[in-house]
């Protein structure tokens, strides 16, 4: 089935520092989503992206669904210690009669 | 607070054994996903009722299986239970025509 891609698989920064992940998928996407997980915590939905192209901002965190719709990037600018977690990308495969599929997530590391 | 009750937090048994993990999904929310999630394979889907129906089946093991009540709590049950069973499992819940998952806490099965 369909699968996506994420890299770095990990990610050490210092505070202050910008931050990428990427997803990556072989196949065409109909939509991506983010998730970020705080360590000791469950996955909280950051946002949704579904047109071809499409770019969203939240505060410091920019994402991006590219043209051909198989990758997507999430940047975090000036890290801050708050923003360590895992990130992952996870998609929904059809018709919202299944779950969602999850990259293996960036696990960020911020030293202060 | 996502609004997702699951029980117990955490859940030590032996191998061979069955357990019950329970879930509320938020107020209104007909839709209910199990996930696992775990060092090696990350977060997996395994199974999603909506109002009751088995919607979808991810990697789910003929070990486990799921039921979600009238009431809109779901159950998954967990028998001849071995090592690699050993996970985080979330229940995560979405409303009627939403994607956007909210996640519980998680409960910790750890089988010894």
């Known amino acids: 089935g369909q699968q996506v891609m994420q890299i770095p698989q990990y990610q050490h920064v210092q505070e202050g520092e910008d931050f990428t992940t990427y997803c990556n998928s072989s196949?065409?996407?109909?939509?991506i989503q983010w998730y970020k997980q705080r360590p000791g915590g469950h996955p909280v939905f950051l946002i949704q992206?579904?047109?071809?192209?499409e770019v969203k901002k939240q505060k410091r965190l920019t994402f991006q669904f590219g043209e051909a719709k198989k990758n997507s990037s999430l940047h975090i600018t000036a890290t801050q210690t708050t923003d360590v977690g895992t990130y992952f990308c996870a998609f929904l495969s059809g018709g919202g009669a299944d779950g969602l599929t999850f990259g293996k997530g960036t696990h960020l590391i911020i030293q202060p | 607070d996502s609004g997702v009750t699951q029980t117990p937090k955490h859940l030590i048994t032996a191998t061979g054994q069955r357990v019950t993990l329970r879930c509320s999904p938020r107020?209104?929310?007909?839709?209910v996903y199990w996930y696992q999630q775990s060092l090696d394979q990350g977060l997996q889907f395994l199974i999603q009722?909506?109002?009751?129906?088995?919607?979808a089946k991810g990697n789910i093991l003929e070990r486990f299986s799921a039921q979600q009540f009238p009431d809109l709590h779901s159950e998954l049950n967990l028998s001849s239970l071995e090592l690699g069973d050993s996970a985080l499992y979330f229940c995560?819940?979405?409303?009627?025509?939403?994607?956007?998952?909210?996640f519980g806490q998680g409960t910790r099965l750890t089988v010894v």
């Open positions: 992206l579904v047109k071809s192209g």
């Open positions: 107020s209104g929310d007909l839709s």
């Open positions: 995560a819940s979405s409303a009627a025509g939403g994607t956007e998952a909210f």
């Open positions: 196949t065409t996407l109909s939509n």
């Open positions: 009722y909506y109002n009751g129906e088995e919607r």
